[in-house]
């Protein structure tokens, strides 16, 4: 297993291994909900705001996270929310998905981010370091309509001290079905 941070020439392919694995998950509708939230991320979101990292397998991309910037403005931290997430569903199970995101944890502490957020399964993003947070330790940017999946983890320190201010995220997840 290889992994690439290389999406501008992939684009096509990791938009489709979203689409596929949230159909095969969730039905046809999640499907193309987020593969059109991937599509708008990389059309919108600025390089320096957009960390995207694949796991391949002979060359094939059978797992894709995305990074992108969160801002708390009375916070000089650096900030970024983890979502979306895939593995390609003939790959699920084989620990594929938490090897690729202790590789992108890794790869943003090196480039100085100080914590990630995300919003899911705790049961498994708690496999890589992830703790259930409440929106006094961060806010969230829009409405949740699940509190309990609210996650974090500072990456330069054992606890995630509560970030300051309203929450701020890319324009792209500025919608509250997401949430």
């Known amino acids: 297993m290889g992994y690439t941070s290389n999406h501008t020439e992939r684009r096509e392919e990791i938009?489709?291994?979203?689409?596929?694995?949230?159909?095969?998950?969730?039905?046809?509708?999640?499907?193309?909900l987020i593969g059109q939230l991937v599509a708008d991320i990389f059309d919108t979101v600025a390089e320096e705001?957009?960390?995207a990292f694949s796991a391949?397998?002979?060359?094939?991309?059978?797992?894709?996270?995305l990074f992108t910037r969160m801002s708390?403005?009375?916070?000089?931290?650096?900030v970024f929310l983890l979502s979306p997430v895939a593995v390609a569903t003939d790959h699920q199970g084989k620990g594929i998905g938490q090897d690729l995101l202790?590789?992108?944890?890794?790869s943003l502490q090196q480039r100085g981010v100080d914590v990630v957020l995300t919003y899911g399964d705790i049961k498994f993003?708690?496999?890589?370091?992830?703790?259930?947070?409440?929106?006094d330790d961060a806010a969230a940017p829009m409405p949740?309509?699940?509190p309990h999946?609210?996650?974090?983890?500072?990456?330069?320190?054992?606890?995630?001290?509560?970030?300051?201010?309203?929450?701020?995220?890319?324009?792209?997840?500025?919608?509250p079905d997401l949430w």
């Not at 938009?15 to 193309?32: H, N, R």
């Not at 708390?72 to 650096?78: F, H, I, L, Q, S």
């Not at 993003?125 to 929106?135: A, D, L, R």
């Open 56 to 65: 391949l397998d002979e060359g094939r991309i059978v797992a894709t996270i």
């Open 125 to 135: 993003y708690s496999k890589v370091g992830f703790n259930q947070i409440s929106e």
């Open 49 to 51: 705001d957009l960390f």
């Open 102 to 106: 202790r590789h992108g944890l890794i």
């Open 72 to 78: 708390y403005p009375e916070d000089t931290r650096t």
């Open 149 to 175: 999946g609210w996650l974090g983890q500072s990456l330069h320190s054992t606890s995630l001290e509560p970030l300051k201010g309203d929450a701020n995220c890319v324009t792209a997840f500025r919608q």
């Open 144 to 146: 949740l309509s699940y």
């Open 15 to 32: 938009c489709a291994l979203f689409t596929a694995s949230f159909t095969d998950s969730e039905g046809a509708g999640e499907g193309k």
